[in-house]
């Protein structure tokens, strides 16, 4: 299917390296953030979240790390591998609210054997 | 579990004509979302469903863009009539009340 990130920025590692993809988002009153995963030609796959109580949180071989008072975000991958070849989105939005998801422009993230 | 199912997968259309997009979300899911996905941008939100009452339609082009879930489960979107514009991939997704959102496949729709 067709690339969604084909005028998107673009981040190059090679295969074992770790890969940080950063994002900026837009609305202080934000308090819970989640980074998605596409693949060409699928959905957006939810990989990990935080909330705004939190300044870093762990999964498995990814790490998110929040600073409030910069509105910044980033998105930490250990060992990158192939699979890990997708467009990455951060996402926010305000919590007890209607869950309305404010999406960032995206990094494509290209691993490199 | 199965996922949001999407169909069509792909769809061609000249301009002026209309097209529809069906979804049906995760079994239990109230919360149905559809968005708009233009080519190298994010995702946009175009409305929220909470059963089958709408909850945000604000980016919603009411002019040409109509969306129903009439049994609060499926739901429908549709286009009348397109323009070049409309090209994007059309997105659904579903959650448990505000929780994670889980995403179809998508629709791409090409319009000519």
């Known amino acids: 299917g067709e690339s969604v990130g084909l005028h998107l920025p673009t981040l190059s590692v090679q295969e074992g390296d770790n890969s940080i993809i950063n994002c900026a988002y837009s609305?202080?009153?934000?308090?819970?953030f989640i980074w998605y995963k596409q693949e060409s030609g699928k959905g957006p796959q939810f990989i990990i979240d935080i909330r705004s109580n939190m300044d870093k949180r762990q999964g498995q071989r990814v790490t998110v790390l929040l600073n409030k008072t910069v509105k910044h975000l980033s998105l930490q991958i250990a060992a990158t591998q192939p699979g890990d070849s997708a467009v990455y989105f951060c996402?926010?939005?305000?919590?007890?609210?209607?869950?309305?998801?404010?999406f960032g422009a995206g990094t494509r993230l290209a691993v490199h054997p | 579990e199965a996922g949001v199912a999407q169909s069509p997968r792909y769809k061609i259309i000249e301009k002026r004509q209309s097209v529809a997009f069906w979804c049906n979300p995760i079994s239990g899911h109230a919360t149905l979302y559809w968005y708009q996905q233009i080519l190298g941008q994010g995702p946009k939100l175009l409305i929220q469903f909470q059963n089958n009452g709408v909850v945000d339609d604000s980016q919603l082009p009411k002019d040409r863009f109509s969306a129903e879930r009439l049994k609060g489960v499926d739901s429908t979107l549709k286009i009348q009539p397109a323009k070049l514009e409309d090209s994007a991939v059309y997105l659904c997704?579903?959650?448990?009340?505000?929780?994670?959102?889980?995403f179809g496949p998508g629709t791409r729709l090409t319009v000519l």
């Open positions: 996402a926010e939005t305000i919590s007890g609210g209607y869950n309305k998801l404010i």
């Open positions: 997704a579903s959650s448990f009340g505000t929780n994670t959102q889980y």
């Open positions: 609305n202080s009153a934000s308090d819970y």
